[in-house]
């Protein structure tokens, strides 16, 4: 069974059923918060998964199961909704007729298109590299997008969910960096299993905006067959010698979901299949040799980790066919995508209003729901390292520009 929608609506923030969103909602029209020291976080709730780890320990309520996984996902889950609601009351200033329901559903609905913005026009190109972008039709419109089809079925394809995303788990550090305020060097490094299912340390009054610093400065790992053993021998080990591996947990799960080969889909994007073990680096040739009897039984997973990054871009050329195919059906199956017009969805945005919402970046985010302890300057674009070209910046740069929600008042 699905835990969460298809769709890129954020049910991580606001749940996958009524019953859920129900529980996550506050008055006037907000997300329901733990005020701990004037400071919003997400509801604390005892779940068995924080409290088997230590006497005490809390975890945050979320819309899905995975925002205390690991703190850094939980920072994120905190700053989107302070996002929620700092639209909702800045939405119920401007328009002080609408009720409670009003506000909340118009918060959400700009919260989702920032969401889509951010995805199509930021993480998806640092992804995909500008022409995979420009073969999809996933690069965003400059006004209204014309590229709905009814007839296209935006269902996620097993091979995305299964195996393609989940490139992801080969670029986790086994370290989380934890920055000194302005930049001035590291204040920790924290072992990834320490914060799985433990993120009381957000409670700690600057931790939240040194690790906001230390996401934005840390690099990624490349994209290659390697898992951190945080991962892959450590993972939710709940005060265990050992954990869980999720690099054996991926490949099993694309068996059980019925995945064809990785050669299948090289074939199915026009690549050419791999006949020889050896047409891999040497020391991949070798292990794979010892657990595979044929190139054609290389599960898509593994095959996919194997392949060069394509031209600007960070994943290889299966796997990126594979995803920016699912974003393509998701933009051009999907009505309520954020760039419709009002021909396509009666609820559309108005143009001016499109425009401010294709004013945020991920950057803008972050500076407008930090805890502003630490952070006054961020890199204009937060997926990209901070490196000449994208130099920190003060958050009131016009490189990181702010949407203008007064285009929303009726």
């Not at 299948?264 to 690549?271: A, C, P, S, T």
């Not at 890199?379 to 929303?408: E, H, T, W």
């Amino acid at each position: 069974m699905n835990g969460a929608s298809h769709y890129p609506d954020m049910s991580h923030l606001y749940g996958s059923s009524a019953e859920k969103l129900a529980r996550l909602r506050a008055p006037g029209g907000l997300l329901a918060t733990f005020n701990d020291y004037g400071r919003e976080l997400p509801p604390l709730t005892h779940r068995k998964e924080c409290l088997n780890v230590h006497d005490g320990a809390a975890c945050f309520e979320s819309g899905d199961n995975h925002g205390n996984q690991v703190i850094s996902l939980t920072v994120l889950h905190t700053i989107w909704t302070r996002e929620h609601n700092r639209i909702a009351r800045t939405l119920a200033g401007l328009n002080s007729a609408w009720d409670e329901d009003t506000i909340f559903w118009e918060a959400r609905r700009i919260v989702l298109a920032e969401f889509q913005h951010i995805i199509y026009n930021e993480w998806l190109p640092s992804l995909l590299g500008s022409k995979t972008m420009q073969v999809f039709g996933l690069t965003p419109s400059s006004g209204y997008a014309l590229a709905y089809d009814p007839s296209i079925n935006p269902s996620l394809t097993a091979e995305f969910a299964t195996a393609a995303m989940r490139f992801g788990h080969s670029i986790v550090d086994s370290q989380l960096t934890v920055l000194s305020p302005q930049h001035k060097g590291v204040y920790e490094s924290i072992s990834l299993p320490e914060v799985m299912f433990q993120p009381s340390r957000l409670r700690i009054k600057p931790f939240l905006d040194r690790l906001l610093l230390g996401l934005m400065w840390q690099p990624m790992q490349s994209v290659d067959p390697f898992v951190t053993e945080a991962l892959s021998r450590y993972m939710f080990h709940g005060g265990n010698p050992y954990g869980l591996d999720l690099a054996a947990i991926n490949i099993q799960r694309g068996r059980d979901h019925g995945l064809q080969s990785y050669n299948e889909y090289r074939r199915l994007v026009g690549l050419e299949p791999i006949t020889d073990f050896h047409q891999f680096p040497s020391s991949a040739a070798q292990r794979l040799s010892t657990v595979y009897t044929s190139p054609e039984d290389i599960d898509l997973w593994v095959g996919g980790l194997l392949e060069e990054p394509i031209e600007g871009g960070v994943i290889g050329t299966t796997f990126a066919n594979i995803i920016a195919d699912q974003f393509a059906k998701l933009k051009r199956g999907d009505k309520y995508y954020y760039e419709y017009g009002p021909d396509i969805n009666h609820g559309a945005f108005t143009t001016n209003q499109l425009s401010e919402i294709k004013k945020v970046t991920l950057s803008r985010i972050l500076c407008d729901n930090s805890d502003g302890i630490e952070i006054s300057a961020v890199s204009p674009n937060a997926f990209l390292r901070s490196l000449p070209g994208n130099d920190p910046v003060q958050c009131d740069s016009p490189l990181i520009p702010a949407m203008d929600l007064a285009k929303f008042v009726v």
